[in-house]
């Protein structure tokens, strides 16, 4: 996946070493997509491929929480408590998550 990625963006770069050097991270698991740096004319000449579904800048964003489990409510100082959802949920028993990848490719 990560060729295809190199022969987008080279396109737009003129160069599949530009597009090597601007890639610094590929996304795999349930989406298809890349992270560059590039410039605002080449940002806009990727965008108005007809193959990129979307592009996004990066942003920063402020961080909620670094005890999400807890947050959460499914454990409280490293203990499942009682009232936890996962002792309710039967700790995901029975339970099918699925992704389904159309094999569309995001720039991200």
Request: aromatic fraction near 10%.
């Amino acid at each position: 996946m990560t060729e295809s990625y190199y022969d987008l963006l080279g396109s737009c770069l003129k160069s599949k070493e530009k597009a090597k050097e601007a890639i610094f991270y590929s996304y795999t698991s349930h989406i298809n997509g890349f992270a560059a740096t590039l410039e605002d004319d080449e940002v806009d000449q990727l965008s108005n491929r007809p193959e990129v579904v979307s592009v996004f800048p990066n942003e920063v964003n402020q961080l909620h929480t670094t005890r999400s489990w807890e947050f959460l409510g499914l454990e409280r100082n490293g203990q499942i408590p009682a009232d936890s959802i996962w002792l309710k949920a039967r700790f995901g028993e029975d339970v099918i998550i699925g992704n389904l990848d159309t094999g569309n490719l995001t720039c991200v």
